[in-house]
């Protein structure tokens, strides 16, 4: 019986050792509200995936899709507001 042996050092053992840098925590926490607004979104939409919408439904849906768009139309806010 052979014996099988890797001919190349492990490229990913290395690479799992870092953490993010504090520039990445930034624009992570900067997308905090477009990112909890999604998953407001999410829930309603999984929630409606079995029934029917009902009229108050309806109004969750928009509810949440509005406030999406709101997050995101705030995060490019400041996003041209730091570049320029």
């Keep these: 019986m052979k014996t099988i042996a890797a001919l190349q ?4 053992a290395a690479s ?8 990445e925590l ?3 926490e900067a997308e905090m509200p477009v990112i ?3 998953v407001e979104l999410l829930d309603v939409q999984i929630a409606l ?3 029917a919408p009902n009229e108050l439904d309806e109004r969750r849906i928009r509810r949440a899709r509005r406030k ?3 997050a995101r139309t705030a995060l490019a806010n400041t996003g041209a507001g ?3």
């Design 9 to 12: 050092k492990l490229v990913t």
């Design 16 to 23: 799992l050792d870092f953490e993010p840098t504090a520039a």
């Design 26 to 28: 930034d624009a992570i």
């Design 36 to 38: 909890a607004a999604e």
């Design 49 to 51: 995936l079995d029934r």
């Design 68 to 70: 999406v768009l709101a």
């Design 82 to 84: 730091e570049a320029a």
